[in-house]
Nanobody, 127 residues
Framework: QLQLVESGGGLVQPGGSLRLSCAASGSILVLYTIGWFRQAPGKEREGISYIDTSDGRTYYLDSKKGRFTISRDNAKNMVYLEMNSLKPEDTAVYYC????????????????????WGKGTLVTVSS
């Protein structure tokens, strides 16, 4: 069974950058589409970006384009989320998740379609 572990969160000043990592184990990464999500206090979990680990296709939700970059290293079984120009409203617990469903239209992905979740890493953007 696939296991996911996020890391790289922490406290960062507004305008700063962080790179989050998602380490996968227990299965072959290329079988999955990996998504990054976040959940701020009192808010619903929202999607950020997805990557098809077999062909590298990526998808970003409109509001996340430009400041977030998803990437993968299949040899290391790792997926990353590079975050730049961070704002206080980016403060949240960030999760990676995996879906066995390979969709040609990546805009269809949503939290309910993910099969495996990590426990999250906290990102706090504050001065």
């Amino acid at each position: 069974q696939l296991q996911l572990v996020e890391s790289g969160g922490g406290l960062v000043q507004p305008g700063g950058s962080l790179r989050l990592s998602c380490a996968a184990s227990g299965s072959i990464l290329v079988l999955y589409t990996i998504g990054w999500f976040r959940q701020a206090p009192g808010k619903e979990r929202e999607g950020i970006s997805y990557i098809d680990t077999s062909d590298g296709r990526t998808y970003y939700l409109d509001s996340k384009k430009g400041r977030f970059t998803i990437s993968r290293d299949n040899a290391k079984n790792m997926v990353y989320l590079e975050m730049n120009s961070l704002k206080p409203e980016d403060t949240a617990v960030y999760y990676c998740a995996a879906s066995l469903w390979k969709s040609s239209d990546m805009s269809e992905y949503a939290p309910d379609f993910m099969n495996y979740w990590g426990k999250g890493t906290l990102v706090t953007v504050s001065s």
